[in-house]
């Protein structure tokens, strides 16, 4: 059993920043197993993926409108997968989820998720 928990959301200007954490928590597979994931989801909008990163953090993939802006990664010593986001924009505002047990865009394990607004 997985469990995810998502922090470090918050309202923040256009332009400014927030780093997201993900706290791992599980039986049986450690932390330093499982690739991790972000994804999130704007109102009335399908959940989307925003960032990858495998087991030992030397392997990153981002959706294109995010490269550059944010970075994912990892501290297997404290179970945790972290998003950093820089320079972000109205259009970043979603309610973001850490995710894990990938597979394509579909995840056996989820977090509850925390909001992100940027405002204009």
């Known amino acids: 059993q997985v469990q995810l928990a998502e922090s470090g959301g918050g309202l923040v200007q256009t332009g400014g920043s927030l780093r997201l954490t993900c706290e791992f928590a599980g039986t049986g597979r450690s932390f330093s197993m499982y690739a991790m994931a972000w994804f999130r989801q704007a109102p009335v909008k399908e959940r989307e993926f925003v960032a990858f990163i495998n087991w030992s953090g030397d392997s990153t993939n981002y959706k294109d409108s995010v490269k550059g802006r944010f970075t994912i990664s990892r501290d297997n010593t404290k179970n945790t997968v972290y998003l950093q986001m820089n320079n972000l924009e109205p259009e970043d505002t979603a309610v973001y989820y850490c995710?894990?047990?990938?597979?394509?865009?579909?995840?056996?394990?989820w977090g509850k998720g925390t909001q992100v607004i940027v405002s204009p």
């Open positions: 995710a894990t047990g990938l597979t394509g865009n579909s995840a056996d394990y």
